[in-house]
């Protein structure tokens, strides 16, 4: 029985890149059957990484059966992974994100969990010298997490370390970071194809903070006007997703890259009284900009207060 790698869903690039990468290295230097597979569709910067380097796309899973043998990266929550994980063989944990728990186990396993800004580069830690033997198209997988995650070093979650490992990856596949970056960011800023509840699911997490249950939607983008003039049937649009979803609310932020800021749309008093309480924002019309927000896992989530 071949081993799955898979991520999160609602599939970002660090939860795509992440399990073909470790998947590799499990078949082609530990000898081990392994898969890469998918808990949804990727968002559109991971399909360029998939388009751009011609990688095939993993295959979508809708969840896993007893005993199936996998190793979980990107995440540690369950309610982030398929509905039956506990019945998996959940062989190893490679995370970057704090401890959640509620996870069983068949037994012991290795868990790798490191306060560095993406999967990738807690992977190529655990690869040590193996990964010098990694193809052009694994470094680049690699390239494309760090420089996603890190908003191309914007973010506040980047370290030194995971800068120094983007620019030796660069550097062996001759790219340049901020023409790459680019065109990656392009991919992800085009979400005209995707429907309001699309676009409010695709990089979510639910949260639950004074009672409430949200879920915390964020948009990357180095364009967001093309976001924010879809703004009013977004709002119209988080009511159905939150009830469908059994949330409270959705939150969005739109994240603008290159001015280092976020948007949060504000459809209502819970969402005004919120953003004052979490962020100290004056609040006046239906949405409110957060001058430095850029990372939801370092900025958002934790202030999140009502």
């Given at each position: 029985m071949s081993t799955l790698v898979f991520g999160h869903k609602s599939p970002d690039t660090d939860s795509t890149g992440s399990p073909i990468l470790w998947a590799w290295y499990l078949n082609e230097i530990k000898g081990q059957s392994a898969e890469a597979v998918l808990l949804g569709e990727p968002n559109t910067e991971a399909a360029f990484l998939l388009n751009k380097w011609d990688l095939p796309k993993p295959r979508i899973i809708a969840d896993v059966e007893d005993g199936q043998s996998c190793v979980v990266v990107d995440t540690n929550n369950?309610?982030?992974?398929?509905?039956?994980?506990?019945?998996?063989?959940?062989?190893?944990?490679?995370?970057?994100?704090?401890?959640?728990?509620?996870?069983?186990?068949?037994?012991?396993?290795d868990i790798t969990i490191r306060p560095l800004a993406c999967t990738a580069t807690v992977m190529l830690d655990l690869m040590g010298n193996d990964a010098a033997?990694?193809?052009?198209?694994?470094?680049?997988?690699?390239?494309?997490?760090?420089?996603?995650d890190t908003l191309e070093f914007r973010s506040p979650t980047t370290t030194a370390h995971d800068r120094a490992v983007a620019e030796r990856l660069a550097a062996d596949l001759g790219l340049s970071i901020p023409d790459y970056a680019a065109e990656m960011f392009a991919a992800k800023s085009d979400v005209s194809a995707f429907s309001d509840a699309e676009l409010l699911r695709m990089d979510?997490?639910?949260?639950?903070?004074?009672?409430?249950?949200?879920?915390?939607?964020?948009?990357?983008?180095?364009?967001?006007?093309?976001?924010?003039?879809?703004?009013?049937?977004?709002?119209?649009?988080?009511?159905?997703?939150?009830?469908?979803?059994?949330?409270?609310?959705?939150?969005?932020?739109?994240?603008?890259?290159?001015?280092?800021?976020?948007?949060?749309?504000?459809?209502?008093?819970?969402?005004?009284?919120?953003?004052?309480?979490?962020?100290?924002?004056?609040?006046?019309g239906d949405a409110v900009v957060l001058p430095g927000i850029m990372?939801?896992?370092k900025q958002i989530i934790p202030n999140l207060a009502l």
């Open positions: 369950p309610a982030e992974l398929p509905a039956n994980i506990n019945g998996a063989d959940v062989r190893a944990i490679i995370d970057h994100h704090k401890l959640v728990g509620g996870l069983e186990t068949k037994g012991p396993i033997q990694m193809p052009d198209w694994a470094k680049a997988t690699a390239l494309t997490c760090i420089l996603s979510s997490k639910e949260y639950a903070v004074g009672g409430k249950k949200f879920r915390v939607s964020v948009l990357e983008t180095t364009a967001p006007a093309i976001v924010l003039d879809r703004k009013a049937s977004l709002m119209d649009s988080m009511t159905t997703v939150a009830a469908e979803d059994g949330v409270d609310q959705v939150l969005l932020f739109v994240v603008d890259i290159l001015n280092e800021e976020a948007t949060l749309l504000v459809p209502n008093d819970l969402v005004k009284a919120l953003a004052e309480k979490s962020f100290g924002a004056s609040v006046s990372s939801r896992k």
